[in-house]
């Protein structure tokens, strides 16, 4: 078992960073970060294994940038010039098995975070 906890959440204008956290309860290769809008599915957002290597949503790159600490067993995620469409319920996730070398965001992941809420006016 994985416990995933995040943090970071919050309020800001559109334009403007949230620096969202996610701490892990042991090492694992996979993690990533996840969200969900209201009346929507929830969508990949970034993934990162433990050689650094990272996949993006089309619809942050640029703009996102996933990051962890392995010796802290923790995820990051840097979201910079967010814009409205960005808000919704952040979710940290890991456990997915690697395939080509890397962490699909689509598929099967195991553990889930409860979430944290963002939120961007416009």
């Known amino acids: 078992q994985v416990q995933l906890v995040e943090s970071g959440g919050g309020s800001v204008q559109a334009g403007g960073s949230l620096r969202l956290s996610c701490a892990a309860s042991?090492?694992?290769?996979?993690m990533g970060w996840f969200r969900q809008a209201p009346g929507k599915e929830r969508e990949g957002v970034a993934s990162i294994d433990t050689s650094d290597g990272t996949r993006y949503a089309d619809s942050v790159k640029g703009r996102f940038t996933i990051s962890r600490d392995s010796a802290k067993n923790s995820l990051y995620l840097l979201m910079n010039d967010l814009k409205p469409e960005d808000s919704g319920m952040y979710y940290c996730?890991?456990?997915?098995?690697?395939?080509?070398?890397?962490?699909?965001?689509?598929?099967?992941?195991?553990?889930w975070g409860q979430g944290t809420q963002v939120t961007i006016s416009s």
């Open positions: 996730a890991a456990g997915r098995l690697p395939l080509g070398g890397g962490c699909p965001l689509i598929g099967e992941w195991t553990y």
């Open positions: 042991r090492y694992i290769f996979c």
